[in-house]
């Protein structure tokens, strides 16, 4: 079968037992689904940091990283904290799959496997992902990036776009724990915080309460010089940068001739070194790269 085919999803086994890791192999293959073995908790959070992984089974006593680490790992991670992970272990006593939840599991087996229970549980996560998946990128495409905290801090979800944005913050858990805190008693849609970062700004707004125990956040980049980011990003002069800013912003030639004090013609002689040098083909196309380069649909508020 082609392992390419986006219908398949690929499945990831942490294990340090060889027989446990042959048998899943063996198994989820055998189930349609593509399987990624790794021998140790640091070599499956290496192969997630690769990407194109859909669901996470770890064992849960491993030497060096055991399974609450790396599932606590994923969890405080931005980019991989949607993956829904399943433990499998022999142990069964309560404190212990009370552990795996609280490192943020969503299910939990024991051995010896039960394929077909196990087959059963991944369906029904993989479901679960999915719509929830889906649900996020709806929220992306219309430039609401949006992310969620328990009243600790822990992250509970967010949009693809959000934990991008999230995942270059250098001291996200520390920032993380500070957001919870100080959304007790904040005024909804508020800025609760900024954080510079080397090229734009993020703004953080509570929007309110999604869950009991949920805090509900939006995340807004702004550029601090959107003329200089499209400068280097397309290879312009100065002035060219500027009129493409314009144009990203729905501008007419001749508004922007009155903005920036020049002529029309001059506008569009400059917008014709745009398309030449950039490539565009037309001003659509100008101005929805200009835009997404910019993050424009998320930043509004960029200085003019």
Not at 105 to 126: G, H, Q, S, W
Not at 270 to 290: D, L, P, V
């Amino acid at each position: 079968m082609d392992e390419t085919a986006p219908s398949r999803p690929v499945i990831l086994v942490i294990d340090d037992d060889p027989a446990s890791l042959g048998l899943m192999d063996r198994e989820l293959c055998r189930l349609g689904y593509i399987v990624r073995l790794a021998a140790s908790g640091q070599t499956g959070l290496d192969i997630l940091a690769r990407g194109g992984i859909d669901l996470v089974l770890v064992d849960a006593c491993m030497p060096g990283l055991d399974g609450w680490a790396v599932c606590e790992r994923i969890t405080a991670d931005p980019l991989l904290s949607r993956l829904p992970v399943i433990f499998m272990t022999g142990l069964t006593e309560t404190r212990h799959v009370l552990r795996a939840f609280e490192s943020g599991a969503v299910d939990y087996v024991t051995k010896p496997f039960n394929i077909a229970e196990i087959a059963a549980r991944l369906e029904i996560r993989l479901g679960a992902a999915r719509r929830m998946a889906f649900a996020h990128a709806a929220l992306d495409r219309a430039g609401r990036f949006f992310f969620a905290l328990d009243r600790s801090g822990k992250l509970v979800w967010a949009t693809p776009q959000a934990a991008e944005l999230l995942h270059d913050i250098p001291d996200w858990p520390g920032l993380a724990e500070t957001l919870a805190r100080s959304a007790t008693g904040a005024t909804s849609g508020g800025i609760l915080r900024r954080q510079a970062l080397a090229s734009h700004d993020l703004d953080f707004r509570i929007v309110g309460e999604s869950a009991p125990d949920e805090l509900l956040f939006k995340v807004e980049r702004t550029v601090r010089n959107p003329a200089s980011a499209l400068q280097t990003a397309f290879n312009l002069s100065a002035r060219e940068a500027e009129v493409l800013l314009w144009i990203a912003r729905g501008k007419t030639s001749r508004d922007i001739a009155q903005i920036l004090g020049i002529s029309s013609r001059t506008i569009d002689k400059h917008t014709e070194q745009i398309y030449n040098k950039a490539g565009f083909s037309s001003r659509a196309s100008a101005a929805a790269a200009a835009a997404l380069h910019l993050d424009m649909r998320s930043a509004r508020s960029i200085d003019t």
